[in-house]
């Protein structure tokens, strides 16, 4: 099993749609976890930080599943700027940050 | 703080010659990661220093390739001889700690023809 999965995409969604996608990761010890945004031809930056269950910061939600490894993005509301590539990323206290490879988001008008 | 800033923004090579990318890390953060990102791979890390020494280099693809970090403020990805398989975006990134927010530059995309 890959370290960190996630379904490349892309997800096409309209304006005001709520969307959301996984990211199944293997290692247990994996503690809290971090949302990359990256646009396009851009570097990655930093979207949420998610401790213990969950987190929500405005339109975005973060759910952790720890039973079956897995947490998931929820972006509700979708506006054309939030286009991009939404890259999930373990974290343990053990080792470096390992990137997923991101899912693709297009929203359109 | 500019953030992390990396040179050249593009560069584009012949097969066989030398590259070297350059990077500045933001002020105070003891940790530098070089990582590497294609369509196929993802990020990949290459290498990390901590406090401007190398500490796990597993992921560097081959000899070809070395990075150095002689002070706190500079790092350099060298590729040498280059080849067509070494075309991608190369980013630098900074952080406090080894599992910390990573800040990154902007990016070396590379083109070796």
């Known amino acids: 099993r890959k370290e960190v999965e996630q379904d490349p995409g892309p997800f096409n969604v309209p304006e005001g749609a709520t969307v959301a996608f996984n990211c199944t990761y293997s290692?247990?010890?994996?503690?809290?976890f971090f949302w990359y945004r990256q646009d396009c031809r851009k570097e990655p930056k930093l979207l949420m930080s998610?401790?213990?269950s969950g987190n929500e910061d405005g339109r975005f939600t973060a759910q952790l599943n720890r039973a079956s490894q897995y947490i998931s993005l929820l972006i509700r509301d979708s506006k054309l700027s939030d286009s991009a590539t939404y890259l999930c990323v373990p974290r343990s206290g053990y080792s470096t940050l390992t990137f997923g490879k991101g899912t693709m988001l297009l929203v359109s008008p | 703080d500019a953030g992390v800033i990396q040179s050249p923004r593009h560069e584009v090579t012949e097969m066989g010659q030398e590259v070297t990318l350059r990077c500045k890390p933001i002020?105070?953060?003891?940790?530098l990661f070089w990582y590497r990102q294609t369509m196929m791979r993802g990020l990949e890390l290459l290498i990390y220093?901590?406090?401007?020494?190398?500490?796990?280099d597993s992921g560097m693809p081959e000899d070809r390739f070395s990075a150095k970090m002689p002070n706190a403020s500079f790092s350099t990805l060298k590729i040498q001889p280059s080849e067509p398989r070494d075309s991608a975006v190369y980013f630098c990134?900074?952080?406090?700690?080894?599992?910390?927010?990573?800040?990154f530059g902007q990016g070396t995309r590379l083109t070796v023809v």
């Open positions: 998610v401790y213990s």
């Open positions: 290692n247990s010890a994996s503690q809290s």
């Open positions: 220093f901590n406090n401007n020494v190398p500490i796990d």
């Open positions: 990134a900074s952080s406090t700690t080894m599992a910390g927010e990573a800040f």
């Open positions: 002020s105070g953060h003891d940790y």
